[in-house]
């Protein structure tokens, strides 16, 4: 073949499988011929959109097997919808491929629509719907967010960010100051109210809806954890960045809502912040490494862009504790730095 001659396309048969499913859904008539890309995600998920022979549009998942389950979003769609929060319709599955038919809450998500004048208004619907899920919460019914589960995300970050991002080798003594500070951060986390947590309750999975806000996606890893996880991934996303001030604010507008629902947050607001702060580290560190991975492993270098910002969140809360700092020094060392003085305390 000529360089000049392109390589015929490969046939996507996943997409075939599902043109051919769609055919077979009598109950909901659709149009497959429309069927088009809506979203891919940071997994092995898909997402296409298509018209419904009534002209509405609805959403096709694609979640292949082994690497994809749709059985838990199945599951929390059902546990979301019943406490009243917007998800998508379940409008027919076929659990065995991976295919659920769903209905479609739109393509605007809150990133496309946040700016200074939406935001306030976005924010505090984003925040009653948090309120909403957690005062419905109960042990028993999802997952635990236990120290284990923490602890493999944190593993995360040395692995794949320091390891094969920054080609970076621990020393013994390296290691042991790093997992002391995981201890700390785990002993914070663990020490927490637990509540139902989505897990990814960010800019990106909140969709604006005319009918009121938010549409919620990206459900299906949710588990029963710490009570500052979810305001801390909406707060401190790492796609688009708040003043710290503004940050507070609503933190502590969250807070306030929260105590009148009757939900255990820390009754010291300096206490509430300190927890969403180490939760918030938690989840960087983690995201630290999961960007790199994606990167490394799966070829999507368009998160190193977003790596910039998450290391900011990591830098500025780390030096503001004392037993942080050491994560601090780690980092200056290995990004080759110079050490910059922070206040603790």
Known sequence: MSSSQ??????????????EWLTTLSATPTLPATLRPASADASFRRYFRLDAV???TLIVMDAPPPQEDVKPFIEIAGLFAGIGLSVPEILAQDVERGFLLLSDLGSTTYLQQLNDDSAPKLYMDAIDALVLLQTKSQPGVLPEYDRAFLLRELQIFPEWYLGKHLKASLSDQQTSDLNKVFDAILANTLAQPQVFIHRDYHSRNLMVLPSGNPGVLDFQGALFGPITYDIVSLLRDVYIQWDEAQVLDWAIRYWERAKRAGLPVNPDIDIFYRDFEYMGLQRHLKILGLFARLHHRDGKEAYLKDIPLVMEYTR????????????VRLLDKLEDKAVQVGYTF
């Open 316 to 327: 500025k809360t780390a030096l503001r504790y004392r037993e942080l700092i050491p994560l």
């Open 6 to 19: 392109s390589a015929p396309a490969v046939p996507d048969l996943r997409q075939t499988q599902i043109v």
């Open 54 to 56: 009534d002209g509405k």
